[in-house]
């Protein structure tokens, strides 16, 4: 008789969804998605990241680079992903369908994916209406992450030469109460991380801690 499959790494948490409320009846639509790593504990060293996730590939770099550089064991990660009150998903007919709950529900999955090292890690989805900077400095406010990531497709040139006029990046730089990490792309980053996870005296933030 076969055994039955391993446990998932990630299990699902207690969700929260006020997304299909009238507008008139609570001020900021949002749908929240938790699931914690099997091996997810909560510390005193633990740490909270907010980053800001589009439809474009740079905010999807953004979180690789995330996972990858800054977040260890025991840390949690806020992905928050915003959309216009007048996007189609928002609307009557696709709240009625559940149409919002079900692109969560991948966005998720493709969140939990790019955790490669099997980092023991908790992970949040904040599927939101409303404009973006209004709803990103509510979620600093709500979460007190130690850091807020966002993407850019910014030129390479060094300080806001390199952002776009408008861009949420810029945005976040000259508003954000908490420290922000600006994430472009670069080319080289998948060759040196290949490096990286050969070297096997590679320490993580854990191990340094442990010993200091």
Known sequence: MSSPPPPPNFQPRVSFDTFD???????????????????????KRSRTFLCGLDSNEYSEYALEWLIDELVDDGDEIVCLRVVERDASIAGDSSVDRGRYREEARQ??????????????INLVLEFSVGKVNKVIGEMIN?????????????????????????????YCLQHSPVPVIVVRPNSKRTKNKKKRMNDPSRQGYRDILDRA
């Open 21 to 43: 409320k009238p507008a008139d009846f609570i001020e900021e639509n949002s749908f929240t998605l938790i699931k914690k790593h099997k091996d997810y504990e909560y510390t």
């Open 107 to 120: 966005l998720m999955e493709q969140i939990e994916s790019k955790n490669q090292e099997n980092k023991a």
């Open 142 to 170: 709500l979460y007190e992450p130690a850091i807020l990531i966002v993407g850019t497709k910014g030129r390479s040139l060094g300080g806001f030469q390199g952002l776009l006029p408008g861009s949420v990046s810029k």
